[in-house]
């Protein structure tokens, strides 16, 4: 059996930062207490809404079963998302895909 993949958007400046740091720590954790992922089938409409203007993004693919700091399933917005309580272990990321927006300037996922 694979391991359960979570998603997570970031800018590549992000990423470049954790990767300097040792760990994956974006302010979410400090204002929230948590970084926000997603399961495959939501991250369209987490890009569209959260990131779309922003550039240089990349979709951390994570295994759920690396990821050290507490993992938990909580409701928002009428779905449930997981959420990482806690700076992310970059050996947890086992793919980096880069996202690039279509003509109409939305992002589309799968690409």
Same mark, same amino acid.
């Given at each position: ?23 994956? /720590?974006? #302010? /979410? ?25 922003? #550039? ?19 409701? /928002?917005?009428?779905?449930?998302? #997981? ?20 003509? /109409? ?7």
């Amino acid at each position: 059996m694979r391991p359960e993949k979570i998603y997570h958007v970031c800018q590549i400046e992000d990423w470049r930062e954790a990767q300097k740091q040792g760990d994956y /720590s974006p #302010p /979410s954790v400090e204002t929230e207490g948590f970084i926000h992922f997603s399961r495959a089938e939501q991250v369209e409409k987490v890009v569209n809404t959260f990131y779309k203007d922003l #550039p240089h993004l990349v979709l951390l693919h994570t295994e759920e079963d690396k990821i050290i700091p507490e993992l938990k399933w909580e409701e /928002s917005d009428g779905d449930i998302f #997981p959420h990482v309580y806690g700076p992310l272990n970059l050996d947890a990321v086992v793919h980096i895909e880069v996202l690039l927006p279509g003509t /109409s300037g939305l992002y589309s996922y799968p690409q």
